[in-house]
Each structure stands twice: as structure tokens, then as C-alpha cells.
């Protein structure tokens, strides 16, 4: 596969995910996977999350040229 990103979904205040984020972030970074960590809440704000993403895809889309 040809990862170009990764986006980590992190139930709020879910403390067990909180544990592990951090290490799988470390490791995406460490084989030059960027990653965006989004915490997710109920009901979803999709607006906010639609915002978050476009604006790390812009970054990716600049790092490119």
C-alpha cells in the first residue's frame, strides 16, 4: 500500500485510546506517515471534522509542491 496519511478517530474521553495514540503517531512519523488526530464526540460535529481534514489535506497538498 502507498500510504500518503492516516487519520486516527479518538472517542472522547476514551482513556484507553488515549494510551495508544501517541505511540502509533510516533510510529507513523518514524516511516514518514503523516497523521491527523481527530477526537470524536456524539452526535458528531461533521463540520467541524470536514474542516480539520480539508485543512490537513491542503497542508499535505503544499508539502507536495
Do not use: W
Not at 8 to 25: N, S
Amino acid at each position: 500500500f502507498q500510504v500518503e496519511t492516516v487519520l486516527l478517530l479518538q472517542p472522547e474521553h476514551c482513556f484507553i485510546h488515549e494510551y495508544d495514540m501517541p505511540t502509533i503517531a510516533r510510529l507513523l512519523e518514524t516511516n514518514g506517515i503523516p497523521s491527523l488526530l481527530l477526537e470524536i464526540d456524539f452526535p458528531l460535529a461533521k463540520a467541524q471534522l470536514e474542516t480539520r481534514i480539508s485543512a490537513h489535506i491542503e497542508m499535505l497538498e503544499r508539502e507536495e509542491e
